[in-house]
């Protein structure tokens, strides 16, 4: 399953330094392909939700509306 098809389905994606991307689930965590993840960054199919990490040094990424196929 593709990071977009991921976030699709109701999953979130995370960025925690040290351990890189991954998506949540459910409470399933589920490791996806880091190059992927950064070129959706870039790409701006997804955006940050905040400028900081959470108290735990997680980053929370949300699924945009520009986002295609």
């Not at 190059?35 to 735990?56: L, T, W």
Request: aromatic share 10%.
């Amino acid at each position: 399953m593709t990071l977009i098809q991921h976030l699709r389905a109701g999953a979130v994606l995370r960025y925690r330094q040290g351990f890189g991307f991954y998506v949540v689930k459910d409470g399933k965590t589920t490791s996806v392909n880091q190059a992927e993840a950064e070129q959706a960054i870039r790409a701006r199919r997804v955006r940050p939700e905040s400028k900081e990490a959470d108290k735990f040094g997680v980053f929370h990424f949300a699924l945009t509306n520009k986002e295609t196929a």
